[in-house]
């Protein structure tokens, strides 16, 4: 499965921006997805995503602010982003795996596959 991450930027503190995830050539459905980033300098950490039966989960920085979803297809996966902070820059990056439940959504060993990466930076 390969996945490709976009929809990164430049953007201002307050700003918005959405994230999409697609698989090359194939659906979504049944995969667990999830979104990590990873800042200059520092260890890559989970954001937000859903299992394979859609249970959702976030990480406490990120909440109330960031929203993780599937269009109805289940060919993409969305990251919006609002209310972003300098702290928020970093790359993006989503993962999918078939087996993932929810409690494991933030081990980033237990995703098998990996996108390239998006950069999202935010400007004081």
């Known amino acids: 499965v390969q996945l490709q991450a976009s929809g990164g930027g430049l953007v201002q503190t307050g700003g918005s921006l959405r994230l999409s995830c697609a698989a090359s050539?194939?659906?979504?459905?049944?995969?667990?997805v999830g979104w990590f980033r990873q800042a200059a300098g520092k260890e890559r950490e989970f954001v937000a995503g859903?299992?394979?039966?859609?249970?959702?989960a976030s990480a406490d920085s990120v909440k109330g602010r960031f929203t993780s979803s599937r269009d109805a297809a289940k060919t993409a996966v969305y990251l919006q982003m609002n209310d972003l902070k300098p702290e928020d820059t970093a790359i993006y990056y989503c993962?999918?795996?078939?087996?993932?439940?929810?409690?494991?959504?933030?081990?980033?060993?237990?995703?098998?596959?990996w996108g390239q990466g998006t950069q999202v930076t935010v400007s004081s």
């Open positions: 050539g194939r659906s979504l459905n049944g995969y667990a």
């Open positions: 859903f299992s394979r039966t859609d249970g959702s």
């Open positions: 993962a999918a795996d078939r087996n993932l439940i929810l409690s494991s959504l933030r081990t980033q060993s237990q995703y098998a596959y």
